[in-house]
């Protein structure tokens, strides 16, 4: 999950975003002095797409509150997209929905001597915090707290 500045960002748009039906899939923050904040949004509505015209109306909403609330001193460029085909995996609930799909895992340290893989998601325990990733025909159990990146791989299907 987020942390520090992105954290309180997220806290404070999140509630506005879906009560527009839209959920933040990450943000980007500015680095410095004309860099990009971008927010990645999708809709709450299982199996539907975001769409262009539900990115140009949460746009204005985020411009309107990052001004009222001076989030950054410097100068810099808003970005609202959908978060595309590799789209990340940030929130513990999101898992749920990549399973049987295939996912791009960094980690925190090593699991079974691998700081990153690339599998098929098969389980996902809430009581253990823990999810099943299979991975050239070997199982891995990976803890939450070993989950530093998560992108889903686009194989051509939806």
């Known amino acids: 999950m987020w942390s520090g500045r992105a954290k309180d960002i997220f806290l404070k748009l999140e509630p506005v975003a879906n009560r527009m039906g839209l959920k933040i899939v990450e ?14 949004l999708d809709t709450l509505a299982e199996g539907t797409s975001i769409s262009i015209d539900e990115c140009s ?27 595309g085909l590799d789209r990340p995996v940030r929130r513990w609930e999101d898992l749920h929905t990549a399973i049987g799909k295939t996912v791009k895992i960094k980690f925190t340290e090593p699991v079974q001597g691998r700081k990153k893989a690339t599998g098929t998601i098969i389980s996902v325990s809430d009581e253990k915090n823990e999810f099943e990733l299979e991975t050239d025909g070997i199982k891995l159990t990976v803890a939450k707290g070993f989950v530093k990146k998560i ?6 299907d939806k």
């Not at 950054?72 to 997209?81: A, D, G, K, M, P």
């Open 27 to 40: 943000m980007d923050l500015p680095t410095g002095m004309n860099g990009v904040f971008r927010i990645y």
């Open 57 to 83: 109306k949460f746009t204005p909403v985020v411009s309107d509150f990052l001004d009222a609330e001076d989030m950054f001193n410097f100068r810099y460029y808003l970005e609202v997209s959908s978060p």
């Open 151 to 156: 992108n889903i791989v686009w194989n051509g």
